[in-house]
């Protein structure tokens, strides 16, 4: 019961960090000043959990695996942050089940897991649910804002396999500090960061905070799920409620109306997916 809960509210506090993440957005700060401020206040936090136990691994291949998730982290979340300045939250986060998709083939093929054939029917099933919004007026339209959102489930998709290999020398907090600390100092040796953080960090101080914290509960709740439960029922569960929440919220809240019947459809089909991809692991 406390693994479903603990999965059930990581699901929930990463939808609620991105609805607010949307909300804050805006066209004409730069989306490096937005990410430089979520991962400083990820780091500082983080940072906290593990200073007085910190060590640093012995050199080895964990290092790069530190490296490449950065990189591929600071991407994703760029390209996300530059979706949600052109298109729904609700559109947004069905389309970003394609991470599960890149998962899914990164897994069979580097750590040879199982490719059963539900599992195939799970992947068909997002990737109809995505194609479902790709499809208006008999023509398949990928605009600008789909398209940033494929880019990035796409990298943040890739990050499972080297997360594993990392967490095989570090720690849960010690890698995501260690990844924080390297995404802060990329980030902010970009001018445009510089720019407008402090703009941005002014005018929606008190929406960041509540974010980083929702962000930083977020991703202890799911790693300490994966870390004491099964993993087809903690992903289930998280993926579920992370969709759900963040469709609702965009069709109630966001008042995201104009694709409601392609919504629904993609988002029961990812939902389909998501439980096809994760419940049945054999």
Request: overall charge positive.
């Amino acid at each position: 019961m406390l693994i479903l809960l603990t999965s059930i509210f990581a699901g929930l506090f990463i939808g609620i960090t991105e609805s607010i993440n949307k909300k804050i957005t805006e066209e004409k700060y730069s989306v490096f000043a937005y990410s430089f401020l979520q991962v400083f206040f990820n780091m500082i936090i983080f940072g906290f959990f593990c200073v007085s136990n910190f060590v640093f691994p012995p050199i080895s291949a964990a290092y790069i695996y530190v490296i490449i998730l950065s990189v591929f982290i600071v991407l994703g979340n760029v390209f996300l942050i530059k979706a949600y300045k052109t298109e729904d939250l609700s559109i947004i986060s069905i389309i970003s089940r394609l991470s599960l998709v890149v998962a899914f083939i990164m897994g069979v093929i580097l750590l040879g897991e199982s490719a059963t054939y539900l599992k195939l029917f799970g992947v068909l099933f997002i990737l109809l649910g995505s194609v479902v919004l790709f499809y208006k007026k008999k023509h398949l339209v990928l605009n600008k804002g789909m398209l940033f959102t494929v880019l990035s489930a796409i990298f943040f998709g890739s990050t499972a396999y080297f997360q594993k290999k990392m967490f095989e020398t570090f720690s849960i907090f010690q890698g995501l500090f260690f990844i924080q600390l390297l995404m802060t100092v990329f980030l902010f040796s970009i001018d445009s960061a510089r720019r407008d953080y402090k703009a941005i960090l002014k005018k929606y101080y008190k929406s960041i905070i509540v974010s980083r914290l929702f962000a930083v509960i977020g991703i202890f709740l799911i790693s300490w799920s994966v870390k004491n439960g099964p993993i087809s029922i903690v992903n289930t569960n998280y993926e579920t409620i992370y969709l759900i929440y963040s469709v609702l919220t965009g069709m109630l809240i966001f008042k995201e109306r104009k694709n409601t019947k392609r919504v629904i459809i993609g988002l029961l089909l990812c939902l389909l997916g998501i439980v096809l991809l994760n419940f049945f692991t054999q």
